[in-house]
């Protein structure tokens, strides 16, 4: 299996989340997320796929930041959208 090449460009440390508490644009137009990602290269925090919104992924087609970890409590996984797989 082939590393994700995205990885390499991921900043050193997590960055700070930009909306600490969910998703900036469910929070502005009253919406309800299921679970929250968090963008690795700028701390936008949006919803999941499985959110109405799809905010994390519409991000990362808008942004071109291709990495988004989990922000759920407990949970450390990461993922790139470009390669559809976990990093």
Known sequence: M???PHVV????????PAE???CAECLAGGLR???LR???TCGNVA???S??????????DTS??????????????????VDETLV
Not at 9 to 16: E, F
Not at 51 to 60: D, V
């Open 33 to 35: 997320w299921v679970h």
């Open 51 to 60: 959110s109405p919104g799809r905010h994390a992924a519409a991000h990362a």
């Open 38 to 40: 968090i963008c690795l």
């Open 47 to 49: 919803c999941c796929d």
């Open 20 to 22: 600490p508490d969910g």
């Open 64 to 81: 071109g930041h291709p990495i988004i970890r989990s922000y759920e409590p407990g949970e450390d996984w990461r993922c790139c959208f």
């Open 9 to 16: 460009d991921l900043p050193v440390a997590d960055p700070k």
């Open 2 to 4: 082939t590393p994700c």
